[in-house]
């Protein structure tokens, strides 16, 4: 005799009826329990946590809390000594644009071309035979040799000077012996007008 068709077949407790309930049974193990995730193999969230960590193999060595010491710092090269004459300008601030001071350099042997022109002045007086009384030819040609002289110096103070200012990125000096030299050659041209008309 068959059993009616609606009749329930008998199942195997280890398989489960239904497949969303063994689902859900899935989620709720036990988590202290060790989940297979593969043949031999259970997942990294519950390996032992107590295993040994194996040492490193080049330990780290503990920064020291003295420092080393400092390399020696090289001692600088000696600045090579200026041995131009005059030291008193040549030892003193930096030095200038090269077209500035042989511009001054021309300065210079201007001042003498005209400390030579006075002195020519001077000896023309005396060398050629000019209408003029002695006593204010005399007179101007001392002038003449007066100013040849100031015009020498100036040649070499005015040098100086402004050599001095250029290092120093200082103003200028200004011309004082311009307005004596100014005023001699004409109180000499005046002395040997007043000569000559003697």
């Known amino acids: 005799m068959t059993p009616p068709p609606d009749a329930a077949a008998p199942q195997d407790p280890a398989v489960p009826s239904d497949p969303a309930a063994s689902r859900n049974e899935s989620h709720h193990l036990d988590p202290a329990a060790p989940q297979v995730v593969g043949p031999g193999r259970t997942s990294a969230a519950h390996q032992d946590s107590s295993a040994p960590v194996p040492a490193s ?26 041995r131009r004459f005059p030291a008193s300008v040549y030892r003193q601030g930096a030095e200038p644009d090269p077209r500035f001071s042989l511009a001054n350099e021309r300065t210079f042997l201007a001042w003498l071309r005209t400390s030579l022109a006075m002195y020519a002045g001077a000896f023309a007086l005396e060398a050629l035979a000019l209408p003029a009384a002695t006593g204010w030819r005399l007179a101007a040609a001392g002038v003449f040799l007066v100013l040849g002289t100031l015009c020498a110096l100036q040649a070499w103070w005015g040098w100086r000077a ?30 040997v007008s007043i000569g000559m008309w003697m």
């Open 57 to 82: 193999a080049d330990p780290v060595p503990a920064a020291s809390g003295t420092p080393g010491p400092a390399p020696a710092a090289q001692a600088p090269a000696p600045a090579p000594v200026d």
């Open 162 to 191: 402004t050599e001095r200012s250029l290092r120093r990125a200082a103003p200028l000096p200004g011309l004082g012996a311009g307005a004596v030299i100014v005023v001699g050659v004409l109180v000499a041209a005046a002395l």
